[in-house]
């Protein structure tokens, strides 16, 4: 039932490619250029009046949101805020029947998100489901599903459904981009011709996973380290960091990699591994210098970037592993796939149970 593979989530994250693919399926009209999603009983006239948006979720699913909002406010240009689910009912969240909610979840049996939909219905939001199982309670609750099609993940880390819950999220971003006019045609045509490239990219990564665990074996060796980005690579560090804490139990931390002046630079001393996630190239001379700020307390560092930048990057970092090139919108469902690999060898090498992490369920459904 592996597949041949050792583990579900060495299986999973090679299932990918195909995710990406059937996720995409139907919902792209080739002849007009546009994203379709037939499915959704949130009406034009609904989707022009929407004010905000709040997104809710756990742990990965969280993270998926993250990447939601990056692109739902590029595309559509509404503002989105991004909750816990188990913080969400506790702050008041302000909700009017303008605001749509779109609570994110793999299993659709998360206790918490499923009472933060019921929080948000209660208080007159429409509420979209993002989920990859349509039977599940939170399914049969929202107001509106969009499945991802993961197919069933087993593994407790979560890897192929982030992937696909970051396709829906492309596909819903395109949608409500067509409705409001925020995108012309030929935009929405370049993000979309980008969209289907990406199964062939990650399939042309995986089979170059030599490089990652070969690292992933340097890094098992370490206690502590840190990961850094800026903008959309701040969001794919922080899923980066708690997919390698959640299987391989080294502990790491996730930070805008302008934030370190503010306190953690104190952490950087000889040895500690940063790993930096350079994929957006308007900001990437900003992160450089944070780089160099970590290199001078003597921080062993990783650059995950294009290969255009590579040898550029060699002059001030110590390794580099490239990924191949997308829409500066689109790339973390490339970049998540070189840490979902660097968790997974991480804990390999440190001998864990890839598949059951302790202390940890695959659903959670306590609040
Ligand atoms: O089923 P859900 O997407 O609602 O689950 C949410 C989290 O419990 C889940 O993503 C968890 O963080 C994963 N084990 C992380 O890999």
Redesign the pocket.
């Known amino acids: 039932e592996k597949g041949g593979y050792e583990h579900f989530m060495l299986k999973e994250i090679h299932e990918q490619p195909r995710a990406y693919r059937d996720t995409m399926l139907g919902r792209i009209d080739h002849a007009n250029h546009q994203a379709v999603l037939p499915e959704l009983k949130l009406s034009n006239e609904q989707i022009k009046n929407i004010r905000n948006i709040q997104i809710v979720?756990?742990?990965?699913?969280y993270n998926a949101g993250l990447i939601g909002r990056t692109v739902i406010e590029q595309f559509a240009r509404i503002p989105v805020e991004n909750d816990v689910a188990s913080e969400y009912r506790y702050r008041s969240p302000i909700i009017t029947p303008e605001t749509l909610v779109i609570v994110?979840?793999?299993?659709?049996?998360?206790a918490d998100?499923l009472a933060a939909l019921r929080e948000a219905q209660a208080n007159g939001a429409h509420v979209l489901a993002i989920t990859n199982v349509v039977g599940s309670s939170i399914a049969r609750d929202a107001d509106d599903v969009l499945v991802t099609l993961a197919g069933p993940e087993i593994a407790?880390?979560?890897t192929k459904?982030y992937t696909s819950q970051l396709i829906a999220f492309y596909l819903f971003g395109l949608h409500l981009a067509q409705v409001r006019g925020t995108m012309t045609k030929e935009e929405v045509a370049h993000v979309l011709a980008a969209m289907e490239a990406l199964p062939e990219q990650v399939e042309a990564m995986l089979g170059q996973a030599d490089t990652i665990k070969s690292y992933a074996e340097q890094i098992a060796k370490h206690k502590h380290l840190f990961f850094i980005g800026r903008g959309q690579d701040y969001a794919v560090v922080q899923e980066g960091s708690?997919?390698l804490k959640?299987i391989s139990y080294i502990h790491s931390e996730a930070y805008a990699a302008g934030e370190l002046k503010h306190g953690t630079l104190a952490l950087i001393e000889d040895g500690v591994p940063v790993i930096s996630l350079l994929t957006q190239e308007a900001v990437m001379e900003k992160t450089l210098s944070n780089i160099k700020e970590v290199k001078a307390r003597g921080a062993e560092v990783l650059a995950i970037s294009y290969e255009e930048h590579a040898a550029e990057l060699l002059k001030s970092v110590d390794h580099v592993i490239t990924i191949p090139k997308t829409l500066p919108i689109l790339t973390a469902a490339l970049s998540v796939v070189t840490l979902q690999l660097l968790a997974y060898y991480a804990s390999l090498a440190l001998g864990h149970d890839v598949d059951k992490p302790r202390n940890?369920a695959?659903?959670?459904t306590v609040e």
């Open positions: 979720a756990c742990g990965t699913a994110v979840s793999q299993s659709g049996e998360t998100t407790v880390a979560s459904a708690l997919k959640e940890l695959k659903s959670v």
